[in-house]
């Protein structure tokens, strides 16, 4: 059985510019979560979508978007980079929305450096 | 207010040392879960372990074992007779009942070392 696949793993961008990042679920996986890890503010959670519908959004300014589609398949977006931005972007999937019922297996993440 | 503190940024043990990371936790609701979750230089975390606030049975799984004390709002994680493999980043993390992924609260990490 595949794992969650995130694509790139490694990403270099100027600021200012905009980026998207891909993530495949688990087959039959319907939830998609995004986090950002950064070694200042660690974990934080960006976005959470159950059958193509947000479910959950964290505290991140309007340039962090994102969608999921029909396949499950989610993307993230971010317009307009700062150097901030710079993280580690992890992807979480799982056959349910209910964490506490089920686990959620995480993808290796894409780097993204902005310089 | 609800949050996971993991005080121990950085341990450094010796292969087939037993270590304890440790996880404080407060929340004000009475039903929640906690998670401790591994990650490996590749990236990804690798769940290890859900219990939920009405399980206080401590659980062991091989070289692994949680001790979960309400009393103390504590989930702490030991490793008994650690391996170089076991060299990785280790978060706990909390959820309230009925909340979804993205309520979950995450400690800072404990980065843990294993020497040959």
């Known amino acids: 059985k595949a794992g969650v696949t995130q694509t790139p793993r490694y990403l270099i961008k100027t600021r200012g510019q905009q980026v998207t990042l891909s993530c495949s679920p688990i087959?039959?996986?319907?939830?998609v979560s995004w986090y950002q890890q950064t070694p200042g503010q660690g974990l934080q959670f960006l976005f959470e979508?159950?059958?193509?519908?947000?479910?959950n959004k964290g505290n991140f300014p309007g340039r962090f978007s994102g969608r999921q589609f029909s396949n499950s398949r989610s993307e993230m977006n971010v317009s307009t980079l700062e150097l901030g931005d710079s993280a580690l972007y992890l992807c979480a999937s799982s056959p349910s929305d209910r964490p506490m019922n089920t686990e959620a297996f995480f993808g290796q993440g894409t780097r993204l450096t902005v310089v | 207010a609800q949050k996971v503190t993991q005080a121990q940024t950085e341990i450094s043990v010796v292969e087939k040392e037993d270590v304890t990371l440790d996880c404080v936790y407060e929340?004000?609701?009475?039903?929640?879960?906690l998670f401790w979750y591994k990650q490996p230089p590749s990236g990804e975390l690798v769940f290890l372990i859900r219990?939920?606030?009405?399980?206080?049975q401590n659980e062991i799984s091989g070289r692994y074992s949680w001790n979960f004390q309400k009393s103390t709002s504590s989930f702490n994680f030991t490793i008994t007779a650690s391996q170089v493999v076991d060299s990785a980043v280790y978060f706990c993390a909390l959820l309230n009942y009925g909340g979804s992924q993205g309520n979950l609260i995450f400690g800072k990490g404990t980065k843990l070392s294993v020497k040959p």
């Open positions: 979508y159950f059958s193509e519908t947000q479910r």
């Open positions: 219990r939920n606030s009405f399980d206080e």
């Open positions: 929340t004000r609701d009475t039903t929640y879960y």
């Open positions: 087959s039959g996986h319907r939830s």
